[in-house]
């Protein structure tokens, strides 16, 4: 027998089968590869029907359970001539861990870039969803339809000259000396043979793309630009028959229900359809939160569900800090009244509270970035379109704002300069309409927080506050007697 092997296209079909039943994607998840003792590249000719060594085609059979390795493999055939891409680089494509449902989307994407040949696809939606593990699960699926594969993560560093010598490097060996090096360039090799570029991690502050993008859209080549990003980018607001989106959201129950199953829950605990609807389905979070209720809570889902609170990991918390900075004083003041509501508030209602009268046009331009970077929620309340956070969100924007309050204080006590209130002056943190000041949790925040910085000093200090306030125009104290005045009430 000779020693290599290459898989029959109906072996593959079974392995395809074998590595869904373990929320497997075909070449992205590190353990498949790892658990084989070969490399992703391996995987990859694998999948490709080229052929690899006996060992390794073996071992990546038994990797997903497949033992009856002879029935995977085309023995017979040994004058095959080997599938290649072209042009094959994504080595910058992250690991995943697995891959679960997505089913429909895939089905659309495929039919958007294979069935309408679509030119740019931009997949959006909030930190976690599964925007570059879907990207992923498709690059795996179509893949041999294209001659050339490239994937790039934007990191916020890289220059454009430096995105677009690395892209160009991998076609040098067709390089055309009558064509700058620039975008034209790139367009020129996309027009000679169908290539998927994938663009993975956009964000708002790196508008030196936005061009860039925006004419690979509007070139005539035959390739295809999948983009993912938080935020629904300018760049394709007037859609064409070959310019398409798609905003992600969380994982349906059935496929959340899997995610845990593969992480060592039965999927029939009770509490699980509400853990699930409490972090919205988003894969990522959902993943960071197991580790939890099984290390602290023995897997117990309901006790943690008892302690009323949203964990989340370091990762996803950095990126919705990074992001939630990169938002103007009305976006994140915005944010701040969603947060201090809890519950959804209408247009009309939102702009009461606002301290300073603004253009409602102006307003309405901030909701809509907000709903762009799928940060807010949208309810019908009575007839009107209401707005609040997703819990991740809300829990991100509560502990910003406490953090805030309390370096305003800080401020404040150094100081002695009133003006040092910001948001303790633009907004009253005691949700309206609420006569339960115990239990209102960002006050609750905020004065354990002082508690433990000032201890018994805290009562006397924010009284020396509001003496600062005597004689003060409405317009300068704004809300910051009553933020004062209502800790104060709960040292008492």
């Known amino acids: 027998m000779s020693n290599s ?20 994607t075909k070449t992205s998840t590190a353990r498949w590869w790892q658990d084989a003792h070969t490399s992703r590249a391996t995987l990859r000719r694998f999948w ?20 009856d390795w002879q029935s995977i493999a085309d023995i017979p055939n040994a004058d095959f001539e080997e599938l290649s891409t072209q042009y094959l680089d994504w080595d910058e494509a992250p690991d995943i861990e697995s891959f679960y449902g997505r089913n429909q989307e895939l089905t659309q994407l495929e039919e958007w870039i294979v069935g309408d040949r679509c030119k740019l696809i931009i997949i959006t939606g909030i930190a976690g969803i599964g925007k570059t ?15 050339g594969l490239i994937w790039r993560s934007l990191d916020s560093a890289l220059s454009l000259v430096s995105l677009l010598d690395g892209l160009l490097n991998i076609f040098e060996e067709t390089a055309v000396d009558d064509i700058p090096q620039d975008t034209a360039t790139l367009i020129h090799h996309l027009q000679q043979r169908r290539c998927l570029l994938i663009l993975d991690g956009l964000n708002e502050s790196q508008k030196h793309y936005h061009q860039f993008i925006l004419q690979l859209s509007r070139a005539h080549h035959q390739g295809c630009i999948l983009l993912t990003s938080r935020e629904q980018a300018n760049i394709i607001e007037s859609k064409t028959k070959t310019v398409r989106s798609l905003t992600l959201t969380g994982l349906a129950k059935a496929e959340a229900v899997e995610l845990f199953q593969g992480r060592g829950f039965t999927g029939k605990e ?24 099984q290390s602290v809570f023995g897997g117990n889902i309901g006790a943690f569900l008892s302690q009323n609170t949203i964990v989340i990991g370091d990762r996803l918390r950095a990126i919705f800090k990074q992001q939630f900075k990169q938002l103007c004083d009305l976006e994140q003041n915005i944010l701040y009244w969603l947060a201090i509501w809890q519950q959804p508030i209408s247009f009309s209602r939102l702009q009461t509270h606002l301290l300073i009268s603004l253009d409602p046009a102006t307003i309405l331009d901030a909701i809509v970035s907000l709903e762009r970077r799928s940060l807010l929620e949208k309810w019908i309340c009575s007839g009107e379109p209401a707005f609040t956070l997703q819990p991740l969100v809300m829990k991100i924007v509560t502990d910003e704002l406490v953090e805030r309050a309390t370096q305003e204080i800080i401020q404040v006590m ?11 002056r633009t907004h009253w943190l005691l949700r309206p309409g609420s006569d339960d000041i115990v239990g209102d949790r960002i006050l609750h925040q905020l004065h354990e927080k002082l508690w433990r910085i000032y201890n018994t000093n805290l009562g006397q200090m924010l009284e020396e506050f509001l003496v600062l306030l005597n004689d003060q125009s409405p317009l300068v104290i704004g809300y910051i007697t009553c933020n004062l005045t209502t800790i104060i009430n709960r040292l008492g």
């Open 5 to 24: 092997l290459k898989a029959s296209t109906t072996g593959l079909v079974i392995v395809d089968k074998a590595r869904k039943r373990l929320g497997w």
């Open 48 to 67: 490709q029907g080229d052929r690899i060594q006996q060992e390794i085609f073996i071992a990546i059979c038994q990797a997903v359970g497949i033992n």
């Open 133 to 147: 593990s879907l990207a992923l699960a498709l690059a795996d699926r179509l893949q041999l339809q294209f001659d």
């Open 270 to 293: 009770i509490g699980l359809s509400t853990l699930i609807q409490l972090y919205r389905g988003n894969p990522l979070a959902l993943k960071l939160v197991t580790p939890l209720i």
């Open 414 to 424: 150094q100081s002695q300069d009133i003006s040092d209130f910001k948001v303790l």
